[in-house]
């Protein structure tokens, strides 16, 4: 019964921006790690942003001071703001929960970056 439900993804053109949002729910939220991953055809899956329990965040150099990642505890969500967006950001955005040995992930969402 856990679901990790991500929304927010669509076509934007280059230099755009997008909000991801990821709903989740039979997990204790504020206790995971929470991260967005992507996947781009014929590309391994990447880490793209984390953020822990206690608020540390995590970026690769493809995205950071593009990217912002946050949470809302009370809301069990967790989000992935995408500014000055190129078409290599192209790409299924994955949401991730993690707790130890414990992972779980969402079906993805579809972002593409083109003119």
């Known amino acids: 019964q856990v679901q990790l439900v991500e929304s927010g993804g669509g076509l934007v053109q280059p230099g755009g921006s997008l909000r991801l949002s990821c709903a989740a729910s039979?997990?204790?939220?504020?206790?995971?790690?929470m991260a967005w991953y992507r996947q781009a055809p014929g590309n391994q899956r990447e880490l793209v942003a984390r953020?822990?329990?206690?608020?540390?965040?995590n970026y690769p150099d493809s995205v950071k001071g593009r990217f912002t990642i946050s949470r809302d505890n009370a809301k069990n969500t967790v989000y992935l703001q995408m500014n000055s967006l190129k078409p290599e950001d192209t790409a299924v955005y994955y949401c991730?929960?993690?707790?130890?040995?414990?992972?779980?992930w969402g079906q993805g969402t579809q972002v593409t970056v083109s003119s």
């Open positions: 991730n929960a993690a707790l130890g040995y414990v992972e779980y």
């Open positions: 039979g997990i204790i939220f504020s206790i995971y790690a």
């Open positions: 953020i822990t329990k206690g608020g540390s965040i």
